[in-house]
C-alpha cells in the first residue's frame, strides 16, 4: 500500500478543493464553549457528557485490488466495532492487511464490498463533498511517513483541516484566530521555537507532532494512527507516543492504534489481531473454550 496515495490532507481527490464544506471549527476557547453541543468532539477538558455506543462499526468490509488482469483480494471480510473512548490497539504481522484496514475505516480507500459506519452514518454510500467533510471533521489520521505539505510551514500543516473545511471567505475571517491556536498546540507539543519552519527542516519526530497536531486540530472524535512511530528511534517514537496517548486521554477521544510493539499494545483498552486480511483475535471477545 502506498499511503502517500490517499493522504486525506494533501491533495487526495475527495477532498481536494473542498473549501465549500462549511466547519464549527475555530479557537480551543471556542470549542471549549460548544463542549455541550460538540462532546463527541472531546473538547479539551470541558466534555461533561462523553458519548457512549459505537462511534465506528466495520461491517463485511472487503478490499480487492486489481494488478494488471489479476484481482489480489487483501480484506477477506472483517467485521469490528469501536466504542467511544475505547483505545484499541491493532497487531499483525507484515502485510496482514492493517493499513488497508485504517484507509478503509478512514475513509481514505473505498472497500470493495461492505459498509463503514460512522456514528451510525453508512459513509461510503454518502456523496464525496458529504463524506469528505465527515472524514475532515470526525477522522484524526496519523500516517508513519508523516505526510505534511513540504511547502507549507508546522502551524500552516497544523491548522490544514481548518483550511479544508472552510470556504475561503471563512478562512480568511477565522485565519488569526486558527494560527493562534495552531501555535498554542505546537507550543504545547513542544515546537513553540519550530512555528515557521517547513517539514524539511524538521527532524523525524517533530514532523510527527505536527502531524498530530494537525490530526487533532478540529477535535475528531476518532484518532487512527498507522505505526505513527515505525520511522523513528525508539526514544524519539516513546516521546511521541507519550504525546499520543496524553492527547488521548486529555481529549476522552477514541484511538485506533497500528504497532508492532507488544509492550505497547497492552497499554490499550483492547487489542484487535489481524491475520491475511481476517480478524483473527480481538481481545474484548472471549476465545471460545
Ligand atoms: N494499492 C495496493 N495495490 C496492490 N496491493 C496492495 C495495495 N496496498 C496494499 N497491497 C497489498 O496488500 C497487502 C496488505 O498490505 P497492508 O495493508 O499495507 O499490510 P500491513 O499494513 O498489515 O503491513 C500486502 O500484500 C500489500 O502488498
Ligand atoms: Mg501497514
Known amino acids: 500500500m502506498n499511503p502517500t496515495a490517499n493522504n486525506d490532507l494533501e491533495g487526495e481527490p475527495e477532498t481536494g478543493g473542498a473549501r465549500t464544506v462549511p466547519t464549527e471549527a475555530s479557537s480551543e476557547r471556542t470549542a471549549g464553549t460548544r463542549a455541550t453541543e460538540l462532546a463527541h468532539r472531546g473538547a479539551p477538558s470541558t466534555v461533561s457528557s462523553p458519548k457512549t455506543g459505537n462511534l465506528i462499526q466495520g461491517v463485511g468490509l472487503r478490499k480487492a485490488f486489481k494488478i494488471g488482469d489479476r484481482t489480489l483480494e487483501i480484506l477477506h471480510g472483517v467485521d469490528l466495532s469501536i466504542r467511544h473512548g475505547e483505545v484499541v490497539a491493532m497487531v ?3 502485510g496482514a492487511g492493517k493499513s488497508t ?3 478503509v475505516l478512514g475513509l481514505l480507500d473505498r472497500p470493495s464490498e461492505g459498509k463503514v ?3 451510525g452514518a453508512d459513509a461510503w454510500s454518502l456523496p464525496t463533498a458529504a463524506r469528505a467533510e465527515l472524514r475532515n471533521k470526525k477522522i484524526g489520521f496519523v500516517f508513519q511517513f508523516y505526510h505534511l505539505l513540504p511547502e507549507l510551514s508546522a502551524v500552516e500543516n497544523a491548522l490544514l483541516p481548518a483550511m479544508i473545511a472552510e470556504s475561503r471567505s471563512e478562512f480568511r ?5 486558527h494560527f493562534e491556536r495552531a501555535s498554542t498546540m505546537l507550543h504545547r507539543f513542544g515546537l513553540g521555537a ?3 519552519h517547513r517539514p524539511e527542516q524538521l527532524s523525524g519526530g517533530e514532523r510527527q507532532r505536527v502531524a498530530l497536531a494537525r490530526a487533532l486540530f478540529l477535535n475528531p472524535p476518532l484518532l487512527i494512527a498507522d505505526e505513527p512511530t515505525g520511522n523513528l528511534d525508539s526514544v524519539t517514537g516513546q516521546k511521541v507516543l507519550e504525546l499520543l496517548f496524553e492527547e488521548q486521554e486529555r481529549r476522552g477521544i477514541t484511538l485506533l492504534l497500528v504497532t508492532h510493539d507488544e509492550r505497547l499494545a497492552r497499554r490499550c483498552n483492547r487489542i484487535l489481531h489481524m491475520g491475511d486480511g481476517m480478524m483473527i483475535r480481538d481481545s474484548a471477545i472471549p476465545v471460545p473454550d
Open 92 to 94: 499483525g504481522t507484515s
Open 101 to 103: 484496514l485504517l484507509h
Open 117 to 119: 459506519l460512522l456514528e
Open 173 to 177: 475571517r477565522n485565519k488569526d484566530e
Open 194 to 196: 519550530r512555528l515557521k
